[in-house]
């Protein structure tokens, strides 16, 4: 069987939890000084694991359960294509504008940005948020003005875990990241194909599927 191991911020919100406990969701995230949405993820592996137990209108307790690395090594069998949802894309040139329609017509955090299928920057919600607040004229603008390039956008296979996606979302502080297929061209560069994302959202549903079906 398995160790767990968890990340430092997890770490945190166990000890909280075993100081304060009962304690709610908010007050956790006041005392690490983020927000009740980032720690969303943490707070689900934490639960699912069975390391915590949430009740309702009271908050979190430290669970007596022994089954949580059963739960670990069931999560860590699970490979990214088997909840992967399909990824918004748009093209460096469309404006930022046009992503920000795309954003809500989707209800996506993140759209990802390809030149001829190839993966060259991602776009987040936060990202529009500092352009369109500064006066830019985002009719104008095209989207790989504020875009992260590659090769500084952080990606997984298909075949990745799901444990090592929720782990790169939380290390890298991102809403989403893409599903990558690598293959190369007729000059012998790499070729970042997008076959889909995964998202806190796509995690979140998995934990609470394994939640209903145990």
Not at 67 to 77: H, N, P, T
């Amino acid at each position: 069987m398995n160790i767990i191991k968890f990340t430092p911020r997890q770490e945190k919100i166990i000890s909280l939890v075993e100081e304060f406990g009962p304690i709610t969701s908010e007050k956790i995230a006041n005392k690490l000084n983020v927000t009740r949405a980032a720690l969303r993820p943490d707070l689900a592996i934490l639960t699912m694991t069975g390391v915590l137990e949430a009740r309702p209108k009271v908050g979190y307790i430290c669970s007596n359960k022994t089954s949580y690395s059963m739960i670990y090594d069931y999560i860590k069998d699970i490979k990214i294509k088997d909840i992967m949802s399909k990824p918004v894309l748009v093209n460096e040139e469309s404006t930022i504008y046009n992503g920000i329609v795309q954003l809500f017509l989707n209800d996506v955090g993140t759209l990802f940005v390809v030149n001829d299928d190839n993966l060259v920057g991602a776009v987040s919600r936060k990202d529009f948020l500092k352009i369109a607040i500064g006066g830019t004229d985002i009719h104008k603008v095209p989207i790989g003005i504020i875009m992260t390039r590659m090769p500084n956008i952080i990606y997984l296979d298909k075949n990745d875990s799901v444990y090592s996606a929720a782990k790169k979302i939380i290390e890298h502080e991102v809403d989403s990241l893409p599903v990558v297929d690598i293959a190369t061209d007729e000059n012998n560069n790499e070729i970042y194909k997008v076959i889909g994302k995964v998202s806190k959202t796509n995690i979140t549903k998995l934990l609470l599927d394994i939640s209903e079906n145990n």
